[in-house]
T-cell receptor, first 114, second 112 residues
Framework: GAGVSQSPSNKVTEKGKDVELRCDPI?????LYWYRQSLGQGLEFLIY????????KSGLPSDRFSAERTGGSVSTLTIQRTQQEDSAVYLCASSLALWSDEQYFGPGTRLTVT | QQQVKQSPQSLIVQKGGISIINCAYENTAFDYFPWYQQFPGKGPALLIAIRPDVSEKKEGRFTISFNKSAKQFSLHIMDSQPGDSATYFCAPRMDSSYKLIFGSGTRLLVRP
């Protein structure tokens, strides 16, 4: 079956612009996670959703970052007023439920802020 | 991510050899201990995982060894193959928090 998909695969933006990153989880998966992978910080948790609710936003680096999930499916991560330090690969993962062991990752969106 | 320390940073092994990657953690509340494998341009994928009620788990050529008292767990890859060349991450988790805490990664190269 289809895995987790993310779009765009690559995004180049100018400093100060807003960007939206999209994640389509595996059908039927109720839990969705966002992680960021960067050279300096490694792989770090950003936020997770159970259904459309986000009980844990503790990993969001600043108030320029926000995320939403609609219809218990697609999620969008928005970064406002992008900075160069936002350059990273943004990974989305989904799992059948929050308490499920395995998280299935998408291929990521590579964001470059110039 | 000081909660989790992974070593070595990189590893070169000959085909047929044994690859060993280690992960040390500080948080005794972790109760799920997975290893993820990542190929270039792809997201991480679960390779093998263990819970603290057992000390070892084997799946094919991959084995996790878990030492609760030392707060360490390791990944052993037997008969390493060039196709195993990838980056490996330990990523322990507390069941109550759901998020994976990733180690810094180990880049494995298996030479033919």
């Amino acid at each position: 079956g289809a895995g987790v998909s993310q779009s765009p695969s690559n995004k180049v933006t100018e400093k100060g612009k807003d960007v939206e990153l999209r994640c389509d989880p595996i059908s039927g998966h109720t839990a969705l996670y966002w992680y960021r992978q960067s050279l300096g910080q490694g792989l770090e948790f950003l936020i997770y959703f159970q259904g459309n609710s986000a009980p844990d936003k503790s990993g969001l680096p600043s108030d320029r970052f926000s995320a939403e999930r609609t219809g218990g499916s697609v999620s969008t991560l928005t970064i406002q007023r992008t900075q160069q330090e936002d350059s990273a690969v943004y990974l989305c993962a989904s799992s059948l439920a929050l308490w499920s062991d395995e998280q299935y990752f998408g291929p990521g969106t590579r964001l470059t802020v110039t | 991510q000081q909660q989790v320390k992974q070593s070595p940073q990189s590893l070169i092994v000959q085909k047929g050899g044994i690859s060993i990657i280690n992960c040390a953690y500080e948080n005794t509340a972790f109760d799920y201990f997975p290893w993820y494998q990542q190929f270039p341009g792809k997201g991480p994928a679960l390779l093998i995982a263990i819970r603290p009620d057992v000390s070892e788990k084997k799946e094919g050529r991959f084995t996790i060894s878990f030492n609760k008292s030392a707060k360490q767990f390791s990944l052993h890859i037997m008969d390493s193959q060039p196709g195993d060349s990838a980056t490996y991450f330990c990523a322990p988790r507390m069941d109550s928090s759901y998020k994976l805490i990733f180690g810094s990664g180990t880049r494995l190269l298996v030479r033919p």
